[in-house]
C-alpha cells in the first residue's frame, strides 16, 4: 500500500489506484540541456512507476515537449535557427540523457504542436461553458467564473499574482478582465508561427496544451500528474480550471510536485544559467552513479547539489557490487510474494531482507534515502542487494 504526498490536499495520502495506472509528467521545453533538476523530476516518476508495477499495475505515463512557447521561440530567434530545428535537436539530447540514466519509456512522447485541433477544440469548449472570453485578439480563462481557482497551490492572492508575474503570466495586461486571467489563445508575432482559428490566427498559451494532451492521450480524469515544485502555480493551477471548465469531471487523483534542485545557493534554471547537465556527468560518471546520486535525496524537499554527491554515489555502489550477485536463498518461494517480478525482470526468493526493506521505503513517500539505507546495511553484512537496487533502476 504506496502512501505519497498530494499538493492539493497538503499531507501524504493513501493512493489506490486501479490495475491500469495513468500519470502525466509535464516536460521539457527543448530549448537547452536537461539539467539535474529536470532528471529529479522524471526520476521520481520513474521509481513510482517501477514500485507500482513490481505491485502488479499497468502503468502509462504520458510526457509532453512543449515546442512552441515564449522560451523556445525567443532562444530560436537568438540562434537564428527554425525552432523546430531546435526542439529536434534538444529532444535527441534529452532522450539520450534519460535513456543513459535508465528511465522507464514514456507511454508517450507528445509534441504541443501535435495537438493544435485537440487545443482549438478544448478552447471552444471553455468558451461556450462560459469560462473564458475574447479580447484585444486572445482568447482568456475567466477565473471568477471558476470557485476552486486556488485550490490546488492553496496560494492567497496576492501571491498568485506575484507567480503569475514571475512565470510571463502578465498580470498588468490591459486585455484581461481579472490580472489573474490566463491566456488560452494569443496573436503571434510577425516572426513565429501561427495556426488559424476562428478566433483569428495565432499560437497556444502555455497551459492549454497540458490539458488537451492529456485529454487527447489519457482521459478526462488521470491518476497522477505533477513535475517540479515551480509549476504548482500558475501552471498546474491553470490546467485544472480549463480542464474542469470544459468536462465537468475531476482533472486529477493525485498531485505529484517534486523539490527544486539548487546550485550555489540558488535553484537550477536555465534563465539564470546555473546548471549542472546530465550530459556532462555522463562524461566523467556511470549513469548509475548519477541515478544513486539523485536518489539519496528524497523527492519532496529543495536541496544543494554538490560534486561530493558523486563521489558518495560512486562510492556506495562500489559498496554494493563488492558483495557480488545473488543467487536465491532459502526463504518464500516467488508464489508467497506480494508481485511477480521486479520492473528489471530480476526474480524474486533472493536478497529477500533488502528487498523488502525497499519496498517499505517506496511506499512511505517514496523514501529513496531510506531504500538506499538499507541497502548500504545488508551490503555492509556482506549480503547482496542485487534485487533491492534493480527495484531502485539500478543494474549491479
Request: net charge negative.
Amino acid at each position: 500500500m504506496i502512501h505519497l504526498y498530494d499538493t492539493a490536499r497538503k499531507e501524504v495520502v493513501l493512493f489506490e489506484p486501479g490495475e491500469l495506472v495513468t500519470l502525466y509528467s509535464c516536460g521539457i521545453t527543448p530549448y537547452d540541456s536537461a539539467h539535474l533538476g529536470h532528471a529529479q523530476v522524471y526520476l521520481t516518476f520513474d521509481i513510482l512507476q517501477r514500485r507500482l508495477r513490481d505491485l502488479g499495475h499497468e502503468t502509462r505515463c504520458v510526457r509532453n515537449v512543449t515546442d512552441v512557447d515564449d522560451d523556445i521561440l525567443r532562444k530560436a530567434r537568438e540562434l537564428g535557427v527554425h525552432y523546430l530545428d531546435l526542439a529536434a535537436e534538444e529532444i535527441a539530447r534529452f532522450d539520450r540523457d534519460m535513456d543513459a540514466l535508465g528511465l522507464i519509456p514514456s507511454w508517450s512522447e507528445p509534441r504541443a504542436t501535435s495537438a493544435i485541433p485537440e487545443i482549438l477544440t478544448l478552447i471552444g469548449a471553455v468558451l461556450d461553458s462560459g469560462n473564458a472570453y475574447q479580447s484585444g485578439g486572445a482568447v482568456y480563462f475567466d477565473v471568477s467564473t471558476f470557485p476552486r481557482f486556488g485550490e490546488v497551490s492553496h496560494f492567497d492572492h496576492q501571491t498568485m499574482l506575484e507567480m503569475a508575474a514571475e512565470h510571463g503570466g502578465n498580470p498588468e495586461d490591459p486585455n484581461k478582465r481579472n490580472p489573474l486571467d490566463f491566456v488560452l489563445w494569443q496573436p503571434s508575432l510577425a516572426d513565429e508561427p501561427a495556426w488559424e482559428s476562428r478566433w483569428g490566427p495565432g499560437r497556444p498559451g502555455w497551459h492549454i496544451e497540458c490539458s488537451a494532451l492529456v485529454l487527447r492521450e489519457l482521459g478526462e480524469t488521470i491518476d497522477v500528474h505533477g513535475g517540479g515544485r515551480d509549476l504548482v502555480f500558475p501552471h498546474h493551477e491553470c490546467e485544472t480550471a480549463q480542464s474542469e471548465s470544459a468536462t465537468g469531471a475531476a482533472f486529477v487523483r493525485h498531485w505529484l510536485h517534486i523539490g527544486l534542485v539548487g546550485l550555489d545557493g540558488t535553484k537550477m534554471s536555465k534563465s539564470l544559467g546555473n546548471l549542472v547537465f546530465v550530459g556532462d556527468l555522463l562524461q566523467q560518471w556511470e549513469p548509475a552513479a548519477i541515478r544513486l546520486a539523485l536518489l539519496s535525496h528524497h523527492y519532496r524537499p529543495d536541496w544543494q547539489w554538490t560534486d561530493g554527491d558523486m563521489r558518495v554515489a560512486a562510492d556506495r555502489l562500489s559498496a554494493w557490487r563488492a558483495v557480488g550477485a545473488t543467487s536465491p536463498a532459502d526463504g518464500p518461494g516467488t508464489d508467497e510474494w506480494p508481485a511477480g517480478e521486479v520492473a528489471t525482470g530480476v526474480p524474486l526468493g533472493s536478497d529477500e531482507d533488502g528487498l523488502w526493506r525497499v519496498r517499505a521505503a517506496l511506499d512511505s513517500d517514496l523514501d529513496t534515502p531510506a531504500a538506499l539505507a538499507a541497502l548500504d546495511d545488508e551490503a555492509a553484512l556482506g549480503r547482496p542487494v542485487v534485487q533491492g537496487a534493480a527495484l531502485l533502476g539500478v543494474t549491479l
